[in-house]
């Protein structure tokens, strides 16, 4: 590397950044699935009775419950992921096998087509491909590498426990408060800390932090409400 070459400290330059990025983005996310679920299952119980067992019940089901479909969930996703990355790598390396005049000229062609001139297209797509012709066309065709294929286990593992520490919360302030502060210190906890999770996500991704804060709390509020509402009519109507 050039000694003249600089990184500008406040610029990520690591290619696994946005992977990082995406890790955290999603855990924001599960947690903020976890407040929101169990907070409404919670809410909707404690509307229809004040015994700590029901709620104790409900809460710990909604939160095993949801942990487990989240990792499910995830490890599909990302399962499927991994299968189509692996997919395009190996048709790509045999197409490097097969072809490799036919792959220099493709790649000095998306050089070109991004602004660089036919001579400098070609002359960076041979250097690159010198150095490493695999990597060289999954980043200029595909935008993927070898080293940053998703794991389906750890992103299972990942949003059970994002969506676990976002779910204790709620059950936590359904259950500690005397009986008839449960609702309005659920309602507040849970709010804070949806505004919270709302904040952390604009900043990691960069945008509005007031638009989805009020987002999260608005829907958050109305999920509670909701629930609550049922329970009680629920409770009062001798259905339950």
Do not use: C
């Amino acid at each position: 590397m050039s000694e003249t070459f600089k990184q500008h400290s406040h610029e990520p330059h690591d290619s696994g950044i946005a992977a990082r990025l995406n890790w955290l983005r999603a855990g924001v996310l599960g947690a903020n699935d976890g407040i929101v679920s169990v907070a409404a299952t919670v809410v909707g119980v404690a509307g229809v009775t004040n015994s700590v067992t029901p709620i104790l019940v409900a809460g710990t089901a909604a939160v095993v419950g949801g942990a487990v479909s989240m990792a499910l969930g995830e490890y599909v996703s990302v399962s499927s992921q991994k299968d189509s990355q692996h997919a395009l790598i190996e048709k790509e390396r045999q197409e490097l096998l097969d072809d490799p005049e036919g792959e220099l000229e493709e790649l000095a062609g998306l050089y070109e087509a991004q602004g660089l001139s036919t001579t400098t297209a070609l002359t960076v797509a041979r250097e690159l491909t010198e150095h490493d012709a695999l990597r060289a066309h999954l980043s200029a065709e595909l935008n993927i590498s070898e080293e940053e294929v998703a794991s389906p286990w750890q992103a299972a593992v990942a949003s059970a426990i994002a969506f676990t520490v976002g779910a204790i919360l709620p059950l936590l302030a359904i259950l500690l408060p005397p009986a008839q502060a449960r609702i309005p210190v659920t309602f507040v906890a849970v709010l804070l800390a949806l505004a919270l999770t709302g904040s952390i996500s604009a900043r990691i991704g960069g945008s509005s932090k007031r638009k989805a804060t009020v987002r999260l709390v608005v829907g958050g509020a109305l999920a509670m409400a909701f629930t609550y509402g049922i329970g009680l009519l629920l409770g009062t109507s001798g259905i339950v």
